[in-house]
């Protein structure tokens, strides 16, 4: 993978990202960085509960990337309610 590859991959993750943050009602903490790991985080997790199902850009399978990082957002906002003892 090239440098330019990495970074389309990385934007892409990204976008995955910013879709699921508007669908689950959670938020990321912090700005694109964490925005990049969260949608290639969630890339993996939804890979790997969907495979590579869906319209791919730059490597990144669309659609299980948008559910895998809605997951991650969702129970890590659901962890980060816990913690600070509110009702989720």
């Known amino acids: ?3 330019l590859g990495f970074l389309l991959f990385c934007l892409v993750a990204a976008v995955c990202a910013g879709i699921a943050e508007y669908i689950v009602p959670g938020r990321i903490p912090g700005g694109i960085l964490t925005s990049v790991v969260f949608g290639i985080i969630g890339a993996w997790i939804g890979s790997s509960l969907m495979g590579a199902m869906g319209p791919a850009l730059a490597g990144v399978a669309i659609l299980p990337a948008i ?8 129970g890590l906002s659901l962890l980060a309610s816990i913690a600070h003892g509110r009702k989720p």
């Not at 559910?67 to 969702?74: D, K, M, Q």
């Open 67 to 74: 559910v895998g990082s809605s997951i991650l957002i969702f």
């Open 1 to 3: 993978m090239s440098i």
